[in-house]
């Protein structure tokens, strides 16, 4: 079993739908959770972070942590075509080097 | 603006070469991370430094080099040794002190492609 779980899609939605993009993971020392958007042949762009169990809004998005589930999602609201990409989790453990574990990737793709 | 740039954005190979690929960030980072993206394999780390003058292997760094003298930049070297070097890699920083220290950064990437 992976350390991060993540279902690389397609997940295909129309505009405007709510989308839920899930990670499960199986390492308890997990802290900090973060969430990255990559468009195609570009880096990662870091989305929304946290720490911990708990909800976390910016904008559109909503981070959701459940620890005791060890199940981690990203919702995103009034999803549009440019949010059309592929989501990353990663997590790590505090102290030390803070080396993420990143899942593997979730393809979305939000048609008009 | 503050920023990671990675050069060139596409290389090419030939068999038996060594390439350098280039990483500089202006964002005072101290941690710089190197990583290979192969479609459908997530992320795999390569190296990583945590101070100038020294790194550390990663998960697969069997075929590649890196060098950290100076803060600011932390060059990749893919050697004639790595026997499937055609991927796209990121390069990464992190801020070692302060809120956030536990989030990366990512640069815009390079595609190699061996010939």
């Known amino acids: 079993q992976k350390e991060v779980e993540q279902d690389p899609g397609p997940l295909s939605v129309p505009e405007g739908a709510i989308v839920s993009l899930n990670c499960t993971y199986s390492?308890?020392?997990?802290?900090?959770f973060m969430w990255y958007r990559q468009y195609s042949r570009k880096g990662p762009e870091l989305l929304m972070y946290t720490y911990s169990s708990g909800n976390k809004e910016d904008g559109r998005f909503t981070a959701q942590v459940d620890k005791s589930s060890k199940y981690i999602s990203l919702f995103i609201r009034d999803s549009q075509p440019s949010d059309s990409a592929t989501y990353l989790c990663?997590?790590?453990?505090?102290?030390?080097?803070?080396?993420?574990?990143f899942g593997r990737g979730t393809s979305l793709i939000v048609h008009p | 603006d503050g920023g990671i740039t990675q050069s060139p954005k596409y290389l090419f190979r030939k068999e038996g070469q060594n390439v350098t690929l280039s990483c500089e960030q202006n964002?005072?980072?101290?941690?710089m991370y190197w990583y290979r993206q192969d479609p459908g394999q997530g992320l795999r780390l390569i190296y990583y430094s945590q101070i100038v003058n020294d790194f550390q292997k990663g998960d697969i760094a069997e075929g590649y080099s890196v060098s950290r003298e100076k803060k600011e930049s932390f060059p990749l070297t893919v050697t004639s040794a790595q026997k499937n070097p055609t991927a796209f890699y990121l390069c990464?920083?992190?801020?070692?002190?302060?809120?956030?220290?536990?989030?990366?950064?990512f640069g815009p990437g390079t595609r190699l492609t061996v010939l």
């Open positions: 964002l005072n980072h101290d941690a």
């Open positions: 990663a997590m790590s453990g505090a102290g030390g080097s803070y080396i993420p574990t």
């Open positions: 990464a920083s992190r801020l070692t002190r302060g809120q956030g220290t536990y989030t990366q950064y």
């Open positions: 390492n308890s020392a997990f802290q900090y």
